[in-house]
């Protein structure tokens, strides 16, 4: 399944979602899952994917 990392800017936190197609459509909707702020941003990790998987 398609997995998106976010990047919230209102608690500057990562976080990580599986969304389908019909759902990605709506990326915009997206909230942030600690604090409801709808400032994320998705984050292209392809490259970068070595993020610390510990801190969740
Ligand atoms: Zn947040």
Redesign the pocket.
């Known amino acids: 399944m398609p997995h998106y990392e976010f990047f ?1 800017n ?2 500057k ?1 990562t976080f990580d979602r599986i969304l389908t197609m019909a759902e990605h459509d709506d990326a915009e909707k997206t909230v ?1 899952p ?4 709808h400032e ?1 941003e998705q984050r292209w990790s392809a490259f970068s994917a070595v993020t610390s998987k510990k801190s969740a």
């Open positions: 919230c209102a608690c936190k942030c600690r604090c409801g702020s994320v």
